[in-house]
């Protein structure tokens, strides 16, 4: 055991299961497990949506939660469902010296306003002066500021009084790997001692939907598990909202304040494949070789495949050519949660690892029963469109 060790020491966890560790166990360790969904709302595509959350419990303020966007709440909300999972969130000495690793993307725009501009820039041509109306009259002040992907670190920061340093990542799914591995890493090095680090994304908004379906990655028609959309009308991608946040400590800081860890995070690694010219089978079988998977007992993969056709394929390849792993298909019972891909695989890998039991299939008809010792568990992550990350969770002790 080295005091650097990367332990879990906090877990918090919203999606269309529920909210909380507890919830989560016991939504993904039913008999079959299953999947909420909404297929109305934004047809012909289906989401998973968000359960009905009481943002009070963790951010009190109303006047916080209104200056925020779902995606902030959000985010904010399953920070500091971590921080009370890690007993840390009263512990202002803890708070003020922790730092703070967040993937986030770009905001939410403002539906109502931007068809309020569209319509009346039909019926002008001076647009440039339009705008300049509408910026003083339509537009709140904060519009521009909800946009800055760092805002999500800046209510963590307000609300939990999470104070040390801070660095946010933005880019998709490669942003939650890239958050992870330097969270990790500065553990490790004994940089810090405390992290948090985590991810939200919302997706039930228009524009949210409008950028994987400009580029053609969404799945249309009726919800299948992630491993059945190959061959369906669209590009196999069903969204869901949700966030993930864990807190990483130190070996020797977990144990100096007598806390027990979920479970260790070993290696995390991430390639940045180039598609159109290598293999993505062989990028994501390198990773998988380089995790240290065991040869000699099946192991449990948390997989955070998209299900877009290609990139979900070649992942699907490239552990059937694997010995003795069991994968289970993330996307297929919370949906395809962009930044917080990552982080929620680790976090369910981690939970696994903590008690001890594999989850049973998600997807009967595809993925295998699982009967293999909980030394350890697999987390991927292979993006729709670029980024791949594998992180092996170990027991701890």
């Known amino acids: 055991m080295n005091p650097n060790d990367v332990l879990i020491t906090g877990i918090g966890l919203v999606s269309s299961l529920g909210e909380g560790v507890d919830a989560h166990w016991r939504a993904l360790t039913a008999d079959r497990p299953e999947a909420v969904t909404d297929d109305q709302r934004f047809a012909p595509y289906v989401i998973h949506p968000l359960p009905t959350i009481d943002w009070g419990l963790q951010i009190p303020k109303r006047g916080d939660q209104r200056q925020m966007e779902t995606w902030q709440r959000l985010g904010t909300y399953a920070a500091g469902l971590a921080l009370d999972d890690a007993a840390i969130k009263s512990d202002e000495t803890l708070c003020a010296t922790m730092d703070m690793v967040v993937a986030a993307g770009g905001g939410e725009r403002d539906e109502a306003v931007d068809s309020l501009i569209l319509e009346a820039s039909t019926a002008r041509n001076d647009r440039d002066v339009l705008l300049n109306e509408k910026l003083t009259t339509d537009l709140r002040p904060t519009l521009f500021l909800a946009q800055l992907s760092n805002l999500l670190a800046g209510n963590i920061s307000i609300v939990h009084k999470v104070t040390g340093s801070s660095r946010t990542f933005m880019g998709e799914e490669g942003a939650g790997v890239s958050a992870?591995?330097?969270a990790a890493a500065r553990v490790r090095s004994g940089q810090s001692s405390h992290m948090l680090v985590g991810?939200?994304?919302q997706t039930e908004h228009h524009d949210m939907l409008l950028g994987y379906e400009l580029a053609g990655y969404l799945h249309r028609g009726p919800w299948k598990p992630v491993w059945q959309r190959q061959g369906s009308e669209g590009?196999?991608?069903i969204t869901g909202s949700g966030a993930a946040f864990l807190v990483l400590e130190s070996r020797a800081h977990a144990e100096k304040r007598g806390r027990k860890p979920y479970a260790q995070l070993g290696p995390v690694f991430s390639e940045r494949a180039r598609r159109r010219k290598e293999s993505l089978v062989d990028v994501i079988a390198g990773l998988v070789a380089r995790s240290g998977l065991p040869q000699d007992r099946q192991e449990l993969a948390i997989s955070g495949a998209s299900g877009a056709h290609a990139a979900t394929a070649a992942e699907k390849s490239a552990f059937d050519a694997a010995p003795n792993?069991?994968?289970?298909?993330?996307?297929?019972?919370?949906g395809h949660l962009k930044e917080a891909q990552f982080p929620f695989a680790v976090a369910l890998a981690a939970l696994a690892v903590h008690n001890r039991a594999g989850y049973p299939?998600?997807?009967?008809?595809?993925e295998e029963g699982f009967a293999g010792d909980l030394d350890s568990v697999l987390a991927t992550t292979v993006g729709y469109h670029q980024f791949e990350g594998v992180a092996r969770v170990l027991a701890a002790d």
């Open 180 to 182: 992870v591995e330097t």
């Open 199 to 201: 991810a939200a994304f």
């Open 235 to 237: 590009g196999g991608v």
């Open 325 to 334: 792993v069991a994968l289970r298909g993330l996307s297929g019972v919370v």
């Open 361 to 366: 299939p998600f997807d009967a008809d595809v």
